[in-house]
């Protein structure tokens, strides 16, 4: 019964990663995204300045 229990929570936990692990990895690239977007603007902001 301690077997049944123990395989219960292991294979929960597994579970809880293949859910949590990709959610986490997608939020950093949303975020990396974000972060580049706004770097990538202010770029372009001042490369229109200079050539204008």
Known sequence: MKAL?????????TLALLIVVPLLVLAGLFVWLKLTEESDEEALELEQEGGA
């Not at 229990?5 to 936990?13: D, E, F, Q």
Request: proline content about 0%; aromatic content about 0%; charged content about 10%.
């Open 5 to 13: 229990k123990t395989l219960a929570i292991v294979l929960g936990v």
